[in-house]
């Protein structure tokens, strides 16, 4: 059976007050409009459609090809906007799920279940409710004597004995494609101007046809978000959700209240993260590590057996066996090597640092290549950019870099080579060699294992 799934994205938001559409407010680094898609594409045979407001160019330019985008102007209700659809779908599908775009802790399991109600339905509608003390505005559910649903009546609509009814309309529905069609022709112009979709529960039932309610019972994945007091709660619980999934696949959160991670970081069992971590985008960490407190990382690479402390890392490659901070940051393009430490107050970027590499504190490398097992003394300074160009300094196998040095790019140092404490080096430095001095020039040759 043909299942097409619909979005409903139109809304302005403005009780968010912001310039930023509503539905593109992150939730966990993701905007709210990609966990819709992603649960409503779950259910959905065919291209979800995503019914978009004139001002909805970002929503068109951030769902690409992931969706098809039909415009609703003027925005006159949800019944409405359901109905801009229809051109595209009539004969094309057999069954159409509604949601809102402003609902990102659905599950996928949720609406799949609402979708098989409808499938077992006689008559035209399936609606997910859920039984909750705070109506947070939702419409309420009418049902006869015996149970059936007879109508949903808006809060702003609702007599005093209705407001007390307590199971609410979540604003997901399932609905056979045909009747739909010619039942949104048939809604009736509310007093505010609008055409709403929960009148089609009356229609329905005028019509002697049975309306199914499936209940919902985990009462948070009916919050939608109509203003930042939401997008907290909505955040505070796919936050939980995400900590949780990782603590049951072998992660330690020590205190998941203060650990903030995005959807789709990867992290491998007996790793341990400490509080106030963030991990952003997409971050991989392997096994065995040890995660902060206070890190941050985006889009990094982090291998296993790793130790990571009060670092903030940005699209950063870490191999195993790495130590790094504390305040340490590795910046874009930063790749440190297997065995590599890098302590306090150090700064990598566009830098690879080799194996056994061994970066102190106090240093700033950058667009360098370090070989392996090369010592950074405490206060080096790659001097990379010149004003206009950004410049590459080159360290051989087992130098060994005096405090204070500064590095003037471009400039190459052979292996094995030394420079003095508060070196300033200008020319490249042979393999083997001591320079000193400001600026740094050649004293001697050094007894290595590579003579």
């Known amino acids: 059976m043909r299942v ?92 159409v799920l509604v949601s809102y775009a402003d609902m990102p802790l659905l599950r996928p399991e949720t609406l799949a279940r609402l979708v098989e109600t ?29 149970g059936r649903v007879q109508a949903i009546v808006e809060e702003a609509a609702a007599t005093p004995e209705q407001l007390s009814i307590r199971e609410l309309n979540v604003g997901a529905y399932c609905f056979s494609a045909d009747w739909l069609w010619q039942a949104l022709g048939r809604i009736a112009l509310s007093k505010k101007g609008e055409y709403y979709l929960t009148d089609t529960v009356a229609l329905a039932v005028d019509a002697g046809l049975p309306v199914q309610a499936l209940v919902c ?66 971050t991989v960490i392997g096994t065995g590590c040890c995660i902060g407190p206070n890190t941050i990382a985006e889009d990094t690479i982090i291998g296993d057996d790793c130790a990571v402390l009060a670092a903030v890392m940005e699209k950063a490659v870490v191999e195993d066996n790495v130590s790094i901070g504390p305040f340490a940051r590795l910046r874009k393009g930063a790749h440190l090597c297997k065995g590599v430490h890098m302590g306090n107050f150090g700064e990598v970027k566009d830098t690879t640092l080799g194996p056994g590499t061994k970066m102190g504190h106090f240093s700033y ?15 080096t300074i790659t001097c990379n950019y010149d004003g206009v160009h950004k410049n590459p300094t080159v360290i051989g196998e087992g130098a060994f ?22 070196a300033v080096v200008t020319k490249d430095v042979e393999a083997d060699t001591l320079v000193v001095g400001v600026p740094a020039r050649p004293v001697r040759k050094i007894n290595t294992p590579s003579q």
């Open 4 to 95: 097409t799934a619909i979005l409903l994205a139109a809304g302005q938001g403005t009780r968010m007050k912001s310039k930023l559409l509503k539905v593109l407010h992150p939730v966990c680094g993701k905007p709210m409009l990609a966990y819709a898609l992603a649960v409503s594409s779950s259910v959905s045979t065919g291209k979800p459609v995503v019914i978009v407001g004139k001002d909805g160019g970002p929503l068109r330019a951030f769902l690409g090809n992931a969706a098809q985008c039909v415009l609703q102007d003027p925005p006159l209700g949800t019944g409405h906007a359901v109905r801009q659809a229809e051109a595209s779908l009539r004969g094309k599908t057999d069954l």
């Open 118 to 146: 409808q499938k077992k339905n006689t008559g035209p509608i399936s609606m997910l409710t859920v039984i909750a003390a705070d109506p947070r505005g939702f419409g309420r559910v009418i049902r006869s004597p015996d």
């Open 217 to 282: 019972d985990d009462l948070t994945e009916s919050i939608g978000i109509n203003t930042r007091v939401h997008l907290a709660e909505a955040e505070a619980v796919m936050r939980a959700r995400i900590n949780r999934a990782h603590m049951l696949a072998g992660v330690t959160i020590v205190n998941p209240d203060a650990t903030y991670i995005d959807p789709d970081v990867t992290i491998g069992p007996d790793t341990v993260i400490w509080p106030n971590t963030y991990l952003h985008g997409k």
């Open 365 to 379: 490398l950058g667009n360098a290549s370090i070989g392996p097992d090369v010592n950074i003394g405490a206060g």
């Open 401 to 422: 870099i005096g405090s204070d040095t500064m590095l003037v790019a471009p400039v190459k140092v052979g292996a094995h080579a030394r420079t003095g404490a508060g």
